[in-house]
Nanobody, 119 residues
Framework: QVQLVESGGGLVQAGGSLRLSCAAS????????MGWYRRAAGRQRELVAQ???????HYANSVKGRFTISRDSAKNTVHLQMNSLNPEDTAIYYC?????????????WGRGTEVTVSA
């Protein structure tokens, strides 16, 4: 079982910044990738950013240049620094972690943290 604890959501004005964090704990051999997805009202869930075990990152086009994903491997924690926020970033943000367990992998989801950006 893998547990994910998210923090850092909240209300911010347009142009402001927020930092999301997600800590993974439980029983696993290693972490393959950590990332953030979001779901805005009336829209499908979308990938925001992802960081892989080797350090490679991937961002949605809509957040490139504004969001930065980073990882503290020693603490099994992923951060998402969100700058220049705009109302279109309003959504529930979910942490996603892929863990390796001997010969199989598992994908786990956090409960979500709400981000609201006011105009």
């Amino acid at each position: 079982q893998v547990q994910l604890v998210e923090s850092g959501g909240g209300l911010v004005q347009a142009g402001g910044s927020l930092r999301l964090s997600c800590a993974a704990s439980g029983s696993f051999d290693s972490i393959v990738a950590m990332g953030w997805y979001r779901r805005a009202a009336g829209r499908q869930r979308e990938l925001v950013a992802q960081i892989f075990n080797g350090g490679n990152t991937h961002y949605a086009n809509s957040v490139k240049g504004r969001f930065t994903i980073s990882r503290d491997s020693a603490k099994n924690t992923v951060h998402l620094q969100m700058n220049s926020l705009n109302p279109e970033d309003t959504a529930i943000y979910y942490c996603n972690v892929e863990t390796q367990h001997t010969t199989w992998s598992r994908e786990s989801w956090g409960r979500g943290t709400e981000v609201t950006v006011s105009a």
